[in-house]
């Protein structure tokens, strides 16, 4: 097989992959569990799982930021925009750090597991953040509700860090889905 039919056959995957977990991304945004203040969200679970899948922050942002776009778009118009700048950054960012961070280097070499692991953590908490300050600040200047915003400041800490949990779950390097993965990529 030629290298370019190779390139094309990992392109296809990528954008299967994106395309399914977009889908997942549009459904879950749509889907919540009431809690007082609010409601909570499980789309952070699929963009933190999938940003990491995927690896390539483009494909992430796509994901991650257009799909929790779309599902509001459907259901919750008002909060779109936030949702697609804040879900695009977060996705993009997890990709980036949580497969590139100690890619290279002695520390790869010598522990290649507990590498991937600390990229992934570190990633994924670096993803929380912009999720959680970015909604923070989206519902504080762009909903002019500061009041609210810190209201639900808990709940989306709570979301971001349910994401970040089942992420790690999902693609540690141990995980049945991660080496199906990043075998086929």
Partial sequence: MSAE?????????KLTLSAVLM???I??????IPVPGGHLYFCDTVICTGSLLLGNPLYAFIMGGFGSFLGDI???????????VTHGLQAAVIALLGTRLFHDGSFAKKHPH??????????????????????TIG???????????????PFEILQAL???????????????LYRL???NS
Avoid: W
């Fill in 23 to 25: 889908a997942l991304t």
């Fill in 181 to 183: 993965v990043r075998r």
């Fill in 74 to 84: 459907f259901f919750n118009p008002d909060s779109a925009l936030v949702s697609l």
């Fill in 5 to 13: 039919n190779n390139i094309d056959r990992q392109h296809i995957r």
């Fill in 139 to 153: 519902r504080a200047f762009f909903y002019r509700t500061p009041e609210y915003a810190i209201l639900k400041l």
């Fill in 114 to 135: 507990a590498a991937v692991n600390c990229a992934h953590v570190i990633g994924l908490l670096c993803g929380a953040v912009i999720m959680v300050t970015g909604y």
């Fill in 27 to 32: 459904a879950l945004s749509t889907f919540s």
């Fill in 162 to 176: 349910m994401g970040v949990v089942i992420a790690l779950i999902l693609c540690s390097p141990a995980s049945v």
